[in-house]
């Protein structure tokens, strides 16, 4: 087998088929630069195939490169005299040839090309949530229309930080039970899943999508795989993301699924998804350098906003420490990350807006690579390491705070603040200050120390059902 791989690698013989020495050689050979492979087995003759059908060949084209290449195999004699042909890999791979289908859409880039459409739409608009569960369906490609109707705000964390961030924006009113808001209950699951199908299949034509006459969850993760064969992901590890793969990819059955731990997983869909939309607000996170102080930043951040960063917020927490210093009683705030100042804006926005900051700080990448990705901060860890440390910037108070109101007589858990944090006890007075509202709490007895009132801000109060 690798006698014939030299051969074809070395140069062909003047007696060979033209076709086969310019096109059909140099497409194997490109098969074996980009997968890094040096024999001929039955496993890299499907890697080359599965190359042709992804740029779109036609399969009677594939069938008649590999039935050219066959030829040549056969053909070759190595050192010992014998055939090359003794061990013929091509007989199962041809046989696979002949059950396969080629990519039958062809409008899946131009679908993904409008995407921002969707991304555009106002939580005020109309269709909305509809455009929600696209989205979440294309991001965390693994769900199912089912998964969907069933999903709720209990359920585990989404392993897709995007559908993640879906989650978090659609929670409506504190009884919702559903994150996505489909009738359940008054209507049979088919029925949701028929009519959700026909809505989705409308809001995608009217921002230009052309699916042809069938729409199904198929066709979003036809999508789905496109975006991840452009972004490097390998045709293995999509098989083992997607056993059962749509009709258009098909031919991906051609490639064993590689063998992929749960870290990886995340970190691909992840990926995809980032490729999907990278115009996400995140939260980030920038070192500052010797002698830079918070305020040499967060000063100029209204120029900041004039340059086309209005998403751009800064969070710096520090606490209050009380210290006598000659007599007096001295206030300073000292910050819980020395050097390490968080800033919020979209995902397509952080290479140009640490540009602008020259030397004065350098924002954190998932790894050490200069060309590695910058490292960002989920919603929700963001708000629980807030909430933890009791200081909240506006986005995460405005989410917390449109919650239903405890009333006297209620038992709640204290959810962040720093040291009564998971404590629980019995709401005793409501106070209302600038608008603002706070909980007189009686907390229950400990081994230690018995609390009797504390007065707790609404944002970090949390009903125990």
């Known amino acids: ?14 007696d060979c088929p033209a076709m086969v020495a310019d096109r059909v050689v140099p497409s194997f050979l490109r098969s074996a630069e980009r997968h890094s492979f040096q024999s001929l087995t039955a496993k890299n003759l499907r890697l080359w195939v599965t190359d042709m059908l992804c740029k779109g060949m036609k399969l009677t084209t594939c069938r008649r490169y590999v039935g050219a290449l066959h030829t040549l195999f056969l053909g070759v004699t190595d050192i010992s005299g014998n055939k090359c042909g003794s061990e013929d890999p091509f007989v199962t791979v041809k046989a696979d040839l002949h059950r396969q289908s080629e990519c039958q859409d062809s409008k899946i880039a131009d679908n993904l090309s409008l995407i921002p459409r969707l991304l555009k739409k106002e939580k005020s608009s109309s269709d909305w949530q509809i455009v929600n569960i696209v989205l979440y369906l294309l991001y965390n490609v693994k769900s199912s229309l089912e998964d969907v ?7 585990p964390v989404a392993t897709c930080l995007h559908a993640g961030d879906i989650i978090d924006g659609m929670r409506v009113s504190p009884q919702q039970k559903y994150v996505f808001a489909l009738g359940q209950g008054k209507k049979r699951e088919q029925r949701i899943i028929h009519d959700l199908l026909a809505d989705m299949h409308t809001v995608l034509r009217m921002s230009g999508m052309d699916f042809g006459t069938e729409f199904s969850r198929e066709s979003l993760t036809s999508m789905w795989i496109h975006t991840a064969l452009g972004n490097g992901i390998t045709y293995g590890e999509i098989r083992a993301i997607l056993p059962e793969l749509p009709r258009d990819w098909a031919f991906l ?3 064993e699924p590689a063998d992929i731990d749960a870290d990886r ?19 980030y996170v920038m070192k500052l350098r010797s002698g830079i102080s918070p305020e040499d930043i967060t000063s100029e951040e209204n120029a900041f906003k004039g340059s086309g960063f209005e998403e751009l917020s800064f969070y710096y927490p520090v606490r209050k420490v009380v210290r006598r210093e000659n007599r007096k009683m001295v206030t300073e705030e000292l910050p819980y990350l020395p050097g390490l100042l968080f800033f919020r ?6 290479g140009r807006f640490m540009s602008l900051t020259g030397n004065k700080a350098w924002c954190y990448r998932v790894t050490n690579s200069p060309d590695s990705p910058y490292s960002f901060i989920s919603r929700s860890e963001m708000t629980r390491f807030q909430r933890h440390i009791g200081k909240l910037t506006a986005d995460v108070e405005m989410e917390l705070v449109n919650r239903h109101a405890a009333a006297i007589g209620d038992k709640v858990r204290i959810s962040g603040g720093g040291l009564l944090e998971g404590q629980e006890g019995i709401v005793r007075e409501i106070r209302n200050v600038d608008g603002s509202c706070a909980y007189v709490l009686r907390l229950s007895e400990s081994s230690f120390i018995r609390w009797n009132d504390v007065k707790v801000d609404e944002t970090f109060v949390e009903s125990v059902s």
């Open 1 to 14: 087998m690798d006698r014939f791989f030299e051969f074809v690698e070395s140069g062909l013989g003047v």
């Open 149 to 155: 109707v069933r999903l709720r705000f209990e359920d």
């Open 253 to 255: 059955s051609l490639v």
């Open 265 to 283: 997983e995340c970190s691909i869909i992840n990926r995809v998804a980032d490729a999907v939309n990278d115009k996400t607000v995140r939260w």
């Open 345 to 350: 804006m979209r995902s397509d926005k952080v």
